[in-house]
Nanobody
Framework: QVQLVESGGGLVQPGGSLRLSCAAS????????IDWFRQAPGKQREFIAR???????YYADSVKGRFTISSDNTKNTVNLQMNILRPEDTAVYYC??????WGQGTQVTVSS
């Protein structure tokens, strides 16, 4: 079981940026992949981005070109840099590992 703890959420104006972090309880090299998901009120949880232990990245079309996923192996964290944020990006953002574990989520609100 991997413990995942998200941080970095908050309130930001449209067009702004936020950086989310997901801290894992074990060496992320040992985890095949770590994803970011999000869930807006009244909507299903949706996939946002993935990074594999080999460094390959994948993105949902809705965030491609605006969000960047990266890993810091020295800190066992996976980060999500979110730029050009839109009101429709408002959601709770979750970290998920290929072991099937989820973090508790961090709220991101994009509003003027």
């Amino acid at each position: 079981q991997v413990q995942l703890v998200e941080s970095g959420g908050g309130l930001v104006q449209p067009g702004g940026s936020l950086r989310l972090s997901c801290a894992a309880s074990q060496n992320i090299f040992s985890i095949a992949s770590i994803d970011w998901f999000r869930q807006a009120p009244g909507k299903q949880r949706e996939f946002i981005a993935r990074i594999t232990s080999g460094g390959r990245t994948y993105y949902a079309d809705s965030v491609k070109g605006r969000f960047t996923i990266s890993s810091d192996n020295t800190k066992n964290t996976v980060n999500l840099q979110m730029n050009i944020l839109r009101p429709e990006d408002t959601a709770v953002y979750y970290c998920h590992s290929s072991t099937g574990d989820w973090g508790q989520g961090t709220q991101v609100t994009v509003s003027s």
